[in-house]
């Protein structure tokens, strides 16, 4: 190596490299304020009405606030306190995706569920696999309950039931749990109830597992037989026959198909996607030729897409003959049916006089839509926000209750029992019963 011997070389040398740093300095700190005011301007602007429950004055408050401080954050702690700051505003539609700067490598490898008994791990990566079927109980000696009221700040919450769908999906962003101040390094201690009820400890290596799409790296709890509702969770929409009960079980997953996302302009991606037209054909004609006692059209696991699809074939089946319809018509709701889902949900109720059966909606009859976006600048964000509100019922309820209250449990799910179609293979019993 060459030393520079030149006192004069030396010092402008030196210069140089200080000036380099500050100005990449000022730089960042300008490219995010840049950023910042780009949301700050746009984003009311482009929501339908983003200052429906905060004002304007709060929101401008806490941007410009944000703004002063991006030289003294982290670039993933301005994306969560913008998150903050949008999910306070109260659109459960309208939020950051910051994928372009906080990366899914920092995750911890386990997919939770929130049953009636608490939060179970129900898939995690190979090395973590002892947790698989346990109750959590902390993450670096911090109880869930702890985490979960923290995490409600990223999030606009509707109602309770969209806290157990959302909250545990938030839990295993180890940005946030970092930004909280529940977790330093990549080595996590995670500690669950083991079988005999005690304690038990995992450390748990985070990494970009992406456990929804790669099997071959993850173990997913196995129950005893897979409950009805929870056979098939990536098929976008089924159907199954269940002799035993003359009951035709019809599962709707996403309010998406072929057909719409040609609709959409993108024809291109619709060739990989299920087409939805003859999947109606082989409902209608199954309520024509099947003896059908009991229809039950489940929408627990649909977080929505484009109603009218659905809203079409429940006009279908109310147009049917009245020897074709059903003796009963029962739909399945839950803390993940939101959104378009939500309108199909009051199409049975309105078209169909189905009977109701789970939990509450996480979506709101009442509810913003129609998800439209912009991205900044430099830092890639994309901002989501609602273009349209949609009005339903005129009581403004924060959630739609079911008329059969029925939470899951994880006894249930362990022995393979569907909780909300048993309920409703008892009210046709005891139906039975009082026709006798």
Request: glycine share 6%.
């Amino acid at each position: 190596m060459q030393l520079i011997k030149c006192p004069t070389c030396l010092f402008i040398w030196i210069v140089l490299v200080v000036s380099t740093r500050v100005w990449g300095q000022i730089d960042r700190s300008d490219q995010w304020d840049h950023d910042l005011a780009v949301v700050q301007q746009d984003l009311p602007r482009l929501h339908k009405d983003l200052f429906f429950q905060k004002d304007s004055t709060w929101f401008y408050a806490q941007m410009n606030e944000l703004r002063r401080q991006v030289h003294s954050l982290s670039d993933e702690d301005i994306v969560i306190r913008l998150q903050e700051i949008v999910a306070a505003m109260g659109d459960s539609h309208t939020w950051v995706n910051g994928t372009a700067v906080i990366h899914h490598k920092a995750t911890l490898p386990l997919e939770c569920f929130w049953f009636k008994e608490g939060l179970f791990v129900l898939v995690g990566e190979r090395h973590c696999q002892a947790l698989v079927g346990k109750r959590l109980l902390e993450i670096n000696g911090h109880p869930v309950r702890t985490i979960l009221d923290s995490l409600e700040q990223v999030v606009a919450l509707d109602n309770e039931a969209m806290k157990w769908d959302r909250l545990p999906r938030l839990i295993r962003q180890v940005p946030l749990l970092r930004h909280y101040g529940f977790v330093q390094g990549d080595t996590i201690p995670v500690t669950v109830q083991n079988d005999e009820g005690a304690p038990e400890t995992v450390h748990v290596v985070s990494q970009s597992v992406r456990l929804e799409s790669d099997h071959r790296v993850s173990v997913r709890y196995q129950p005893g037989s897979w409950p009805q509702g929870w056979k098939h969770p990536d098929s976008w929409f089924w159907e199954e026959w269940l002799p035993a009960d003359s009951i035709y079980f019809v599962q709707y997953n996403r309010c998406w198909s072929k057909e719409v996302q040609r609709k959409q302009g993108k024809r291109k991606y619709a060739t990989s996607m299920p087409a939805f037209k003859p999947f109606g054909d082989q409902v209608i004609h199954t309520l024509k030729t099947r003896p059908v006692k009991a229809l039950v059209l489940d929408l627990r696991f649909n977080g929505g897409g484009s109603s009218r699809q659905g809203t079409r074939l429940i006009r279908q089946i109310a147009a049917l003959r009245p020897d074709q319809q059903p003796e009963k018509i029962y739909v399945l709701q839950g803390r993940r049916t939101f959104s378009s889902a939500v309108i199909n949900l009051l199409d049975t109720k309105k078209h169909l006089a189905a009977i109701a059966v789970g939990e509450m909606t996480g979506g709101k009859a009442n509810h913003f839509g129609e998800v439209k976006s912009f991205s900044t600048p430099h830092w890639k964000l994309q901002i989501l926000y609602s273009s349209r509100y949609f009005r339903f019922n005129a009581l403004n309820e924060d959630s739609i209750q079911p008329d059969l209250h029925v939470m899951p449990t994880f006894a249930d799910y362990a022995a393979g029992r569907d909780s909300a179609l048993d309920r409703i293979r008892e009210a046709l019993r005891d139906a039975d019963l009082n026709s006798e």
